[in-house]
């Protein structure tokens, strides 16, 4: 939920929802990627408030009454710019909103991976490889080999965990590889582009590359424009099946999700952009229920599918589309 206070305009409310919709749906289908993750923000009750600044009385107000919620980060008005979504000092709402969904769902839900206590997981493991050591409170300096050297005393260490895991995201979705960004974190995070992050950090880029984690992989751009599709008949014995393809664009393994709602023939093909088939990926009759099935492009008759457009066919019984999805370099 996004609450704010009366006098935020509603451009920027609506822009901070904007931005929390593409991160839990950022295929833009109308369901959100990860329903374990939707499930706990909803348990949770998971808020996302947004302030006139930090000097008021509405945010000691609304905390001191916040006896059922969670909450992973806070918004003021002056960090909110809809013009700039996410751009590094002009809009802080991917960051902010970003820690709220990670600290009330992916970190009560996957444990493992991104539990905050050092020695926890596999999130903790990595910074602690990304800042040339473990560092329970600040050390006085960071080694010359350390790429993540977060400097603010009155950030723990699973604060600094969550700071970590946000740069990490971003950088993968190359919201930060432009020279002034790269030049203002330098003194922060090293690794400000999507190759330098591959290349430097390789457990978090392996982490969040992994089609299983459903970590979001496109940058918001604030315009939440939801491209749901339903297939259905108009007779009240025919299912609605409901379909979702992530990530897309993709290098090299998307996956596609799809719930039966009775037993049908299910076909799932794709196609070149000229419209050849080079690969079936289902072609049977399936009992009811939800469905997972991948594609990896590196294996195709031994060799890696080039990168490009494709086409993705479903075929349900006589009902058929077919989507467009993109497999990067």
């Not at 350390?146 to 604060?159: P, S």
């Not at 290349?199 to 749901?228: K, S, V």
């Not at 299912?239 to 719930?259: G, L």
């Not at 890696?304 to 989507?323: C, H, N, Q, T, W």
Request: hydrophobic share 35%; net charge negative.
């Amino acid at each position: 939920k996004i609450y704010a206070e009366n006098n935020i305009s509603d451009e920027k409310i609506l822009h901070v929802a904007s931005v929390a919709a593409e991160l839990l749906d950022n295929n833009e289908d109308g369901i959100i990627d990860d329903p374990l993750i939707e499930s706990s923000l909803i348990q949770l009750n998971a808020v996302m408030p947004i302030f006139q600044s930090e000097s008021g009385n509405a945010i000691d107000t609304f905390f001191d009454n916040l006896y059922d919620g969670c909450t992973g980060a806070v918004l003021f008005r002056n960090e909110i710019d809809p013009n700039q979504p996410g751009h590094w000092g002009d809009d802080a709402t991917v960051e902010e909103v970003l820690h709220t969904i990670n600290a009330c769902g992916h970190v009560e839900v996957y444990p493992a991976l991104y539990d905050l206590e050092p020695n926890s997981s596999y999130l903790t493991d990595a910074m602690d490889i990304a800042r040339g050591g473990q560092y329970i409170t600040l050390p006085p300096y960071y080694p010359e080999e350390a790429w993540y050297h977060y400097d603010d005393w009155t950030c723990d260490y699973g604060c600094m965990a969550m700071e970590y895991l946000y740069w990490c995201i971003v950088t993968n979705m190359d919201l930060i590889s432009d020279a002034q960004t790269c030049f203002g974190i330098a003194n922060e995070w090293e690794p400000c582009t999507p190759e330098l992050f591959e290349a430097t950090d390789t457990l978090m880029f392996n982490l969040i590359n992994d089609p299983l984690n459903m970590l979001p992989q496109q940058a918001p751009d604030g315009n939440y424009c939801i491209d749901n599709v339903k297939i259905s008949k108009d007779d009240n014995n025919s299912p609605s099946q409901i379909f979702s393809n992530y990530p897309n664009p993709f290098n090299p393994i998307t996956t596609f999700r799809y719930n039966l709602q009775k037993d049908a023939y299910v076909n799932i093909s794709i196609y070149d952009i000229l419209g050849n088939k080079i690969r079936e990926l289902i072609n049977n009759q399936q009992p009811a229920g939800y469905r997972i099935v991948q594609w990896d492009a590196t294996n195709y008759m031994g060799r890696r599918v080039p990168a490009g457009m494709y086409l993705y066919s479903i075929e349900i019984d006589d009902l058929r589309f077919m989507k467009k999805m993109i497999l990067l370099k």
